[in-house]
């Protein structure tokens, strides 16, 4: 896989979603966003949630075939939409991610609102969850059956789906969060001390690394996730170790405290 030049590369991005009003991302988004999608297509990360401005589906389906034009991407991406988000995904990559998960590799931390502190349960307490789980997977294996070289995309229905959830799962946290919907968008993170985890890795030179991963746990509970997120940070480790786009993986924590914590 080929690497175009800097500048082609934040042109594509530019040309693509910054169409008509919409103001195209700043030169340094366009290159982080160029590597976000590089690990994903490298299965460093199970999909990507695009969030650098308001374009769409169609916009973002246009830039990853400008990218395939420049010859920097020669696998079939796939943009699945959910709710109001468009995430960009490898199907191949996020069904094992998903099916891994079903096997119960990750670790649940309940932050509802009507406990007083965050506390950790398994997939199997959530059922809901593993059933939605099982839909994503069936539906991107339909897809991956039907793909090509092109770049795809199609709709979830979303509705009743806790997404913060399924945004941590399908954006590969070892430890996303759960709530129950019912209570509202409250939980109990409010002055809970939080370890942050940030994982970044280096790709063109002389620009700041690709940040693959950003994610929080409860502090208290670090003890106890201790040995899930040492598998999720070897098995990272392990996959960096099979491609040559990247190099010099860091991964860091450290400990901060909010008022209140947006979810």
Same mark, same amino acid.
């Given at each position: ?15 693509? =979603? ?83 998960? =079903? ?34 997977? $069936?539906? =991107?294996?339909? /897809? ?20 913060? $959830?399924?945004?941590? /799962? ?27 985890? $940030?994982?970044? /890795? ?39 170790? $099979? ?21």
């Amino acid at each position: 896989m080929s690497t175009p030049s800097p500048q082609l590369l934040v042109a594509a991005a530019q040309q693509t =979603l910054g169409m008509g009003k919409r103001r195209g991302p700043s030169r340094a988004i366009c290159l982080h966003l160029a590597g976000e999608v590089l690990a994903v297509a490298q299965g460093l990360k199970p999909a990507l949630l695009y969030d650098c401005n308001c374009a769409g589906a169609l916009e973002l389906q246009s830039y990853l075939e400008e990218l395939q034009g420049l010859g920097f991407l020669t696998l079939g991406l796939h943009i699945l939409e959910i709710g109001e988000d468009s995430l960009i995904v490898s199907p191949g990559h996020v069904c094992q991610h998903l099916e891994q998960v =079903l096997l119960g590799t990750i670790a649940f931390v309940d932050v509802s609102s009507s406990q007083p502190y965050p506390s950790i349960c398994s997939l199997n307490q959530l059922q809901d969850l593993k059933d939605l789980i099982a839909e994503i997977i $069936t539906h =991107l294996q339909s /897809i991956q059956k039907n793909i090509s070289l092109a770049v795809s995309r199609s709709r979830l229905r979303s509705s009743g789906w806790n997404l913060c $959830t399924v945004f941590g /799962i399908l954006l590969g946290y070892p430890v996303p969060y759960t709530f129950c919907l019912n209570q509202g968008d409250g939980n109990c993170l409010a002055l809970a001390p939080l370890r942050v985890f $940030t994982a970044r /890795i280096s790709w063109l030179l002389g620009q700041p690394p690709v940040l693959l991963y950003s994610f929080s746990v409860p502090e208290s509970l670090f003890p106890a996730l201790r040995d899930v997120l040492s598998t999720w940070e070897e098995d990272l480790r392990t996959r960096c170790r $099979t491609q040559n786009d990247f190099a010099d993986l860091s991964i860091s924590s450290e400990i901060i405290t909010l008022p209140a914590v947006a979810l």
